[in-house]
C-alpha cells in the first residue's frame, strides 16, 4: 500500500538521502555554503560526501537495510491482516507500505492519531525486536537495533570523531538515542521539543533553548559555538 501524498511529502522528508539532498541543494541557493561531510538518514543509512555526491558507508548500509527489511517484513505481515481495522480511522493515502518502512501520517490534533498509535505498538510488541517511533504527524516503526543514536556512533568510530566534538539537537522520539549523553558530548533542543526530549537534555547538562523550532536550533548552535540568541523578527 503506498498512499498518494507519500512521493510529494518524502521528497522533502529528509528521511531518505534524495530528500535531504533535495533540502540542501534549496539551502545552497539560499546562501549555504558549507556542506555536510556526511548524512544519517532514516535512523539507519549514513552517507558520506565525495566532492559533489553522497556515497554509501559499507558494509553497514547494506547491513542496516538487510535489518529492515526483515523487520518491517514481520510487521506488515500481522499488520496486513489488521488492516481493515486501521482503515477505521485512517486513510488509504495516509498509509505507507514498503519493505523498507512502515509509516501512517495522521494529524496529532485529532484523536485517531493516539488510536492509530496504540495500533500500530501493538502491532510492533507482537512483531518484536522494534520500537513505535512518533515525530509530529508521522507514526513508524523502527528496528530497536537501529535508531540515530548508532548510527551516530558509528559514523564518529568510521572518522574518529570523539564525543566531545559533537553536539546532537533533536526534539521528538527519534532523536531521544542520540541526546542520552553516551554519544554527544554536548546536546540541545528547541523549547516546542516534547517533554521527554527536554527532560532528557536538562539530565545530561545540555542546553535547552527559550525559542521554539528551528530558532531554537539556532539558539542552540550559537550556545556552544557563538553568541546566544538569535535576533527577533521585527
Known amino acids: 500500500v503506498r498512499g498518494s501524498l507519500f512521493p510529494a511529502v518524502h521528497k522533502y522528508s529528509g528521511r531518505h538521502r534524495e530528500g535531504q539532498e533535495v533540502i540542501l541543494d534549496l539551502s545552497r541557493r539560499h546562501g ?45 505481515r500481522i499488520l496486513r491482516a489488521r488492516l481493515t481495522d486501521f482503515a477505521r480511522y485512517v486513510e488509504a493515502e495516509q498509509t505507507y507500505l514498503t519493505d523498507m518502512g512502515t ?35 508521522w507514526l513508524f516503526a523502527q528496528p530497536e537495533e537501529l535508531n540515530k543514536g548508532r548510527a551516530l556512533q558509528r559514523l564518529m568510530q568510521h572518522r574518529n570523531i570523539p564525543p566531545e566534538e559533537i553536539l546532537a539537537v533533536g526534539d521528538h522520539e527519534n532523536d531521544l538515542s542520540m541526546l542520552d549523553g553516551n554519544t554527544a558530548g554536548k546536546t540541545g533542543c528547541p523549547a516546542s521539543a516534547i517533554p521527554e526530549v527536554r527532560a532528557l537534555v536538562s539530565e545530561n547538562n545540555g542546553y535547552v533553548s527559550a525559542y ?21 523578527r521585527q
Open 32 to 76: 549555504l555554503t558549507v556542506m555536510p561531510e556526511a548524512l544519517i538518514c532514516g535512523e539507519s543509512y549514513i552517507y558520506e560526501r565525495l566532492e559533489k555526491d553522497y556515497l554509501a558507508l559499507e558494509p553497514w548500509n547494506t547491513d542496516a537495510k538487510a535489518v529492515q527489511t526483515a523487520f518491517h517484513r514481520n510487521v506488515q
Open 103 to 137: 509509516y501512517f501520517f495522521v494529524d496529532p490534533q485529532n484523536e485517531e492519531h493516539h488510536l492509530v498509535a496504540a495500533m500500530l505498538d501493538d502491532v510492533i510488541r507482537e512483531a518484536g525486536g522494534g520500537l513505535l517511533v512518533k515525530n509530529g504527524p
Open 212 to 232: 521554539d523550532g528551528p530558532l531554537g536550533t539556532l539558539d542552540v548552535l550559537r550556545h556552544y559555538l557563538g553568541p546566544s540568541g538569535p535576533q527577533k
